[in-house]
């Protein structure tokens, strides 16, 4: 089993349509969670942290579920920039990242 | 803040020279300097993780001599592709943790590898 795990994609919307990501990761001593997002040939970037109580970041809602070891993005009103791969990203400790092999988002007019 | 910058962007080399990638964090103190490489439609491995001033850790099936990883200072690491091959062409990518935010890694633009 792979340490993160995501929806293969990809995922083609319609602008303003409302597109969910799930993740699941296997290790339960992890610590801190990420969703990165990388554009074609670019290197990633941080979108945002996922916390227990869940949080939003406008268009954006990451939420984390520890017992079942799931994390979830919930992107609102798609907008054609919103186009990349989505990476989710799991911490165990020490900084050592694991990640998720993407699912690739394409919005569409 | 939280800057890091990689040099060269985009290299191609002939089979068997090697190759050095620098990866530097411009606007504070790495204390953990992170390589990663990236083959395309694949997600980010890990390839090993060096501390300021030892032994880089690395990876599982990555090879410690092909893939020489130095971190002189806390600004600086370098990955040396030794003897490169075709096989090795990727996408290599830096990052960096110690910046602001203590549990993030900064990442670095990537280098492009293309081994004729």
């Known amino acids: 089993r792979k340490e993160v795990e995501q929806d293969p994609g990809p995922f083609n919307v319609p602008e303003g349509a409302t597109v969910a990501f799930n993740c699941t990761y296997s290790?339960?001593?992890?610590?801190?969670f990420f969703w990165y997002r990388q554009d074609c040939r670019k290197e990633p970037k941080l979108l945002m942290s996922v916390y227990s109580s869940g949080n939003e970041d406008g268009r954006f809602t990451a939420q984390l579920n520890r017992a079942s070891q799931y994390i979830s993005l919930l992107i609102r009103d798609s907008k054609l920039s919103d186009s990349a791969t989505y990476l989710c990203v799991v911490n165990t400790r020490n900084n050592d990242m694991r990640f998720g092999a993407g699912t690739r988002l394409t919005v569409k007019p | 803040g939280a800057v890091v910058s990689q040099h060269p962007s985009r290299v191609i080399c002939k089979s068997g020279t090697s190759v050095k990638i620098e990866c530097r964090s411009l606007d504070f103190q790495a204390t953990t300097m992170f390589w990663y490489r990236q083959f395309p439609k694949q997600s980010l491995m890990l390839m090993a993780t060096?501390?300021?001033?030892?032994?880089?850790?690395?990876e599982q099936g990555v090879e410690k001599d092909k893939f020489l990883i130095n971190h002189a200072s806390l600004t600086l690491s370098t990955l040396t592709v030794t003897s490169a091959h075709p096989e090795d062409s990727s996408f290599y990518i830096c990052s960096a943790a110690g910046g602001p935010a203590a549990d993030t890694q900064y990442f670095g633009p990537g280098t492009r590898l293309t081994v004729l």
């Open positions: 290790n339960s001593a992890s610590q801190s």
């Open positions: 060096s501390n300021e001033g030892s032994k880089a850790t690395y």
